[in-house]
């Protein structure tokens, strides 16, 4: 009788032992070199675009079903994709400047996932608090999430009122007048992470 206790417990901690180790079951690390966030933003003559890297983040992801996740998005590489030289580089600066995202006083922005409803077909929406300069606000997205070997990848698409987290630099809602120089309150962020 005691061999056959301690035969399964033993299996019990070997099938515990082996999900621990599945990549598939649970929290999972991003590749923040796989990873990437494109910006558009909109003003009355066009639209600049653009990139910011991720500086980490996981993603809990049990038999293809997401359960949670949060990362870390290091607001000092904004960059420019539409522009070169040294309209991109006077672009950039703007934008890490106090005019925009203060990024010498918030250096990160953060978005932490609070609640996930799954709506079948790997697709789920997704409640989280988006933290920007400080100020957190929630918001809601619709999540794709597909396996690749033994990753993860999870692609989404979120609209962002930068008002709402005081960058209001350009912007008609606060000043009156602008013209061709007002830059539409909403921005576009498209979001690709996979897990390592």
């Known amino acids: 009788m005691s061999k056959l206790i301690l035969s399964i417990l033993f299996a019990a901690g070997f099938a515990l032992t082996a999900q621990a180790g599945n990549p598939d079951i649970g929290k999972m690390k991003i ?5 990437k966030v494109e910006w558009t933003g909109r003003k009355v003559t066009g ?33 420019s994709t539409d522009l070169t030289g ?12 106090d005019d925009f ?15 996930v409803t799954d709506k079948g ?12 300069k400080g100020i957190t606000n929630p918001v809601t997205f619709m999540t794709q999430v597909s396996q690749e070997g033994k990753k ?6 979120l609209t962002i009122d930068r008002t709402l987290y005081d ?13 061709d120089s007002t830059i539409y309150d909403e921005f576009d962020l498209d979001i690709s992470v996979v897990t390592e």
């Open 31 to 35: 590749d923040v070199s796989a990873s």
């Open 47 to 79: 639209k600049h675009t653009g990139t910011v890297n991720i500086k980490e983040g996981t993603l809990d992801i049990k038999d293809g079903v997401l359960i949670d996740g949060n990362f870390t998005i290091d607001m000092s590489t904004i960059k």
């Open 86 to 97: 040294d309209h991109a580089a006077k672009l950039e600066g703007h934008l890490k400047s």
């Open 101 to 115: 995202f203060g990024v010498a006083a918030h250096p990160t922005a953060t978005l932490k996932i609070v609640q």
């Open 121 to 132: 077909d790997s697709q789920f929406e997704v409640k989280a608090d988006l933290t920007i």
């Open 152 to 157: 993860y990848k999870a692609t989404a698409h």
């Open 167 to 179: 960058v209001k630099y350009g912007s008609g809602k606060f000043f009156q007048d602008l013209g």
